[in-house]
């Protein structure tokens, strides 16, 4: 079965940068829509991107367009989401997960995992 890995995450005032990233050992990502999602402390997950399996549709929430980017590194094999600006609301654990398609809202991507979530990547941002 497809399994996730997520990493990059970390501490980082406001106003910074961070760039996470999927990967999934013995599995090419290429070949799979990917989600990125969010817990943050108290509130429930929620899907914040997806990039189809193309690459060619990229998807985000509101409150991260214009900061938050979702690519993929073929060559690495991995599917990163860079993350500028941040903002002390950005603070939970990032998931990402294999997903059937990037089409629909991503308020209800959860319900349309191919993958388990990984076991996630914590950021906090604090100054």
């Known amino acids: 079965q497809l399994q996730v890995v997520e990493s990059g995450g970390g501490l980082v005032q406001p106003g910074n940068s961070l760039r996470l990233s999927c990967a999934a050992p013995?599995?090419?990502?290429?070949?799979?829509?990917i989600g990125w999602f969010r817990q943050a402390p108290g509130k429930d997950r929620e899907g914040i991107s997806c990039?189809?399996?193309?690459?060619?549709?990229?998807n985000y929430i509101d409150s991260v367009k214009g900061r938050f980017t979702i690519s993929r590194d073929n060559a690495k094999n991995t599917v990163d989401l860079q993350m500028d600006n941040l903002k002390s609301d950005d603070t939970g654990r990032y998931y990402c997960?294999?997903?059937?398609?990037?089409?629909?809202?991503?308020?209800?991507?959860?319900?349309?995992?191919?993958?388990?979530y990984g076991q996630g990547t914590q950021v906090i941002i604090s100054s």
């Open positions: 997960a294999a997903v059937m398609a990037c089409s629909g809202p991503l308020a209800t991507i959860h319900q349309r995992l191919f993958s388990p």
């Open positions: 013995g599995f090419t990502l290429g070949n799979y829509a």
């Open positions: 990039i189809s399996a193309s690459g060619g549709t990229r």
